[in-house]
């Protein structure tokens, strides 16, 4: 799951999901880190190219 505030995370964590912050939305670094989410993304080339298979 991915999100740009605390409690998409945590509704991750809640469903044992995998969860991934995005810094570029409503939420900063500080909070989102607080979390815990397995990624932490600061830009969306970053998450493009993590979810994009390498060849």
């Known amino acids: 799951m ?3 505030r605390p ?3 945590q509704a991750a964590h809640d469903n044992q999901l995998q ?4 810094i570029w939305g409503y939420g900063d ?5 607080s ?3 397995a990624f932490l ?3 969306f ?3 493009f190219q993590a979810l994009t298979p390498q060849r």
């Open 2 to 4: 991915i999100g740009d």
């Open 7 to 9: 409690i998409g995370l």
């Open 19 to 22: 969860s991934a912050g995005v």
């Open 29 to 33: 670094r500080r909070e989102l880190e």
């Open 35 to 37: 979390e815990q989410p």
């Open 41 to 43: 993304f600061a830009s």
């Open 45 to 47: 080339p970053e998450l």
